[in-house]
């Protein structure tokens, strides 16, 4: 670690995105779904949640339910028994039918393509909103979860004391062609090497250019 700098100069940042890019040149996020509406349900549920357990309450839920229509025909109390096995699954439920119906009646049943059309939606936040973006249009939108906000932070790619702040200084930082799958990269790096409790600094691939003190050895 060098003692001059706590964050990577830009040309140092370029290497690190041109490592992951080489290790993983197209990132996929892990949430199953079948179209975009189903993409920003799984999301909103993901919220305090694992992937893993929102797939496994989403895949009977999307088979009967894979529209909005079809989601408020499907009615509240139903969406609650298919998700029950996720954190705070009543909240969501009542999200999940409540965007659904505000889908149908603003927005032709379509999910809107901007990020303050989808805030307004239930249960619908910037992260959420940042996700749909870049998965279902192809967006270079960075969402900043637990995992980015860690990887940010004790790397010295972009330091800072809220998600907003790790998320403008990325936009800033992360070379145009990189940004378009820079959250994908940063997210499972933070949730399979950069862990919380003991990152798996041996296994890392941008160990050099980490600024991370106390990186874990072998």
Known sequence: ???????????????????????????????????IFTLLVAVVLSAQATDVGVNKATKALFAVADSPEKMVALGEEKIREHIKTIGLYRNKAKNVFLLSKALIAEHESEVPATREALEKLPGVGRKTANVVLNIGFGQPTIAVDTHLFRVGNRTGIA?????LEVETKLEARVPKQYLLHAHHWLILHGRYVCKARKPDCPNCIIANWCRYPAKTTA
């Open 1 to 35: 670690m060098s003692p001059r700098h706590h964050t990577p100069s830009n040309v140092e940042i370029a290497e690190i995105f041109e490592a992951f890019s080489r290790a993983n040149p197209e990132p996929k996020g892990e949430l199953d779904y079948v179209n």
């Open 159 to 163: 330091p800072g004391k809220t998600p």
